[in-house]
């Protein structure tokens, strides 16, 4: 979908749909469709609620062919999430139409970016694997700005982040009969051609050479052998500090010997998430350029209940020579990110970012996509992380990492155990991941929460996979690199 701001009148502008958002205060367009609008409050059809939606048409006296009122609600109730969804709704009436516009409800980049966040995702479909399609036929979204100039690179940019949450929501709905490891590794390698990244995979044997034990013992109940892949974005100069980040790559959670309940457990195929989102991430940083290093690490396995399993009891070692006794097999998630932790440190980095669907606990804590957890003890990034998240509307919220929840995790067989019982596990499992991310600035994201929509109408989340994360990280490391968007 192109997308792009508009240049000239509205009246001149040929199009299949205008569509103008309006407060429920009063009607706000100006110029020649300003009575039309005037004339939809009066005769009380439309009212600007929240949600609602007007079209008219045939209209004179302006080239495009429909005007769609949409309602925002009141002006002083009406935020940023509400213009993600204002889009999101406009954008399904309009799918099979193919030239769209946008009108202003104010002059700032930031509006015009959440209008690109609801239009894209809202026009999303995950139907690869159904016979009939639903195809969007949608080619180009203009915006008008009123008369404020925002460079296209930067409407670019919010394309390309929304664009790159679509491949994670891609990658996280596929079945894991379809996207194993290796399948999935080899998406990376393909999407690493298409964006000119060097991306390295790991095969088991290299895994062993690396003594990624606490790895391989996820990996070890699955006929689907892991991978670790790797990718290197370098946009800035050589030699300076990368940003890494880790993704949680399980392509599928039964939780092994562990056994989850059979109810649900469907959703599971999405718990390589972080993965996903990290995968994403890369393409972004391939399309839009921004100078700065980044490099994407990506543990991938099954958890698999079988004759070869890992059990509760066992007591891996991990690639820091730390051990960890097996307490849970479906605490899974942090052992294999722990060894990615521990390599993370060759690069020397400047922040470490690991993102996970990882705890049940934070969904307990923070409700179902409202916003992920975030923790780690530089606070100087934990902040950067926040305000990227209010940007992007993928928000974030802190919770604790205090050293005394260490005693949480402590067994007196080894040097930790891999759970920390009933009460504050989404911190417990944080706690494990600090024990690896040693030597640098780090923070961890549990998605495990935001990552999966349920209920099938939200204005633009589509069913299944979120793609949560590539909008927060990616902005994250806009900012990082000083390409300040709006
Ligand atoms: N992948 C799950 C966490 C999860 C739960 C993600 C719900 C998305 C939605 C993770 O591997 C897991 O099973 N965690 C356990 C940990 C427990 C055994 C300490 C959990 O949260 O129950
Ligand atoms: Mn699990
Ligand atoms: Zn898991």
Not at 335 to 349: E, G, Q, T
Not at 414 to 422: E, F, H, Q, S
Request: proline letters at 4%; one cysteine or more.
């Amino acid at each position: 979908m192109e997308c792009r701001i508009a240049k000239g009148k509205y009246e001149d502008f040929k199009c299949d749909a205008l569509i103008s958002f309006q407060y429920q205060d009063g009607p706000n367009l100006n110029g020649r469709l300003g009575k039309v609008v005037k004339d939809a409050y009066k005769s009380g059809h439309f009212k600007g609620h929240s949600g609602e939606l007007f079209q008219i048409y045939p209209l004179k006296n302006v080239r495009a062919a429909r005007l769609i009122l949409m309602g925002l609600g009141k002006k002083a109730k009406s935020g940023s999430e509400n213009i993600r969804k204002a889009a999101g709704l406009a954008i399904r009436l309009v799918r099979k139409l193919k030239s769209i516009a946008f009108l202003p409800v104010d002059d700032s980049a930031e509006t015009i970016a959440q209008l690109i966040d609801g239009a894209i995702l809202g026009d999303y479909r995950f139907d690869q694997l159904k016979s009939e399609k639903n195809e969007s036929l949608i080619r180009t979204l203009s915006f008008f700005t009123g008369g404020v100039d925002i460079p296209q690179t930067h409407i670019d940019a919010f394309r390309i982040m929304n664009e790159g949450t679509l491949i994670a929501r891609d990658l996280a709905n596929m079945p894991a009969n379809l996207l194993n490891p290796e399948n999935l590794a080899s998406d990376a390698v393909d999407l690493g051609k298409a964006f000119n990244i060097p991306v390295k995979v790991f095969d088991e044997a290299q895994i062993k050479r690396l003594k990624m034990g606490a790895l391989l013992g996820v990996a070890q109940g699955s006929a689907n052998r892991p991978k670790f892949v790797i990718w290197e974005y370098e946009g800035g100069p050589s030699g300076q500090a990368p940003i890494v980040l880790v993704g949680k790559g399980v392509t599928f959670d039964s939780g092994g010997i562990s056994i989850k309940p059979a109810e649900g457990m469907e959703a599971m195929k999405g718990d390589m998430g972080g993965a996903a989102a990290v995968i994403s991430v890369m393409s972004v940083l391939g399309a839009i350029k921004p100078n700065i290093n980044v490099v994407g690490i990506t543990p991938l396995v099954e958890n698999m209940p079988s004759g070869s399993s890992y059990r509760p009891g066992d007591v891996l070692t991990a690639s820091n020579g730390r051990t960890i006794e097996i307490i849970s097999t479906d605490a899974e998630g942090r052992l294999i990110l722990a060894d990615a932790l521990v390599y993370a440190k060759r690069y020397n980095p400047k922040y470490v970012i690991d993102i996970a669907t990882l705890t049940g606990a934070c969904v307990v804590a923070l409700g179902q996509n409202i916003c992920a957890g975030v923790m780690g003890k530089d606070q100087g990034l934990i902040d950067a992380l926040l305000e990227a998240g209010q940007q992007s509307g993928e928000r974030l919220w802190q919770l604790p990492l205090w050293d005394d929840y260490q005693e949480l995790i402590k067994t007196a067989v080894a040097d930790m155990k891999n759970t920390g019982g009933r009460w504050g596990g989404a911190i417990t499992a944080a706690c494990l991941l600090a024990n690896f991310a040693e030597g640098y600035s780090w923070a961890h994201l549990d998605i495990a929460g935001t990552d999966h929509e349920e209920t099938g109408n939200h204005p633009y989340r589509y069913k299944g996979a979120t793609g949560f994360g590539v909008r927060v990280l990616s902005r994250f490391i806009l900012n990082e690199a000083g390409m300040l968007l709006g």
